[in-house]
């Protein structure tokens, strides 16, 4: 049974992880993840391999670089003009 569990949890973390879990995956899952003080720590356990292992690939950079480019595009000052005297 927890070998079962551990191989059920391990596909779903992925999907979530990976985004491909679908809207009714995610919705059970989070419910199960506010119930399960132990799944939530297994997760967040599976969560930070999966993150530090991929922190270098190209897609993972491609993100950051997408998010930071949103973010710069909200918050950047509008261009100013110098008038200057010459």
């Known amino acids: ?3 079962t569990r551990k191989k059920m949890s391990e596909e779903i973390f ?3 992880l990976t985004n491909s879990a679908t809207e009714k995956e995610k919705s059970d899952f989070y419910k199960l993840l506010e119930e399960d003080t132990a799944l939530r720590e ?5 969560k930070n391999v999966f993150t530090a ?3 270098n690939s190209s897609k993972y950079i491609h993100l950051q670089q997408d998010s930071f ?3 710069w ?4 000052p509008e261009k100013t003009y110098r ?4």
């Not at 297994?42 to 599976?46: E, G, K, M, R």
């Not at 008038?83 to 010459?86: R, S």
Request: hydrophobic residues 45%; charged residues 25%.
């Open 1 to 3: 049974m927890i070998n």
């Open 53 to 55: 292992s991929n922190f």
């Open 42 to 46: 297994l997760f967040y356990q599976y």
């Open 14 to 16: 992925s999907k979530i």
């Open 83 to 86: 008038m200057v005297d010459l």
């Open 69 to 71: 480019e949103r973010f």
């Open 73 to 76: 595009n909200r918050v950047k």
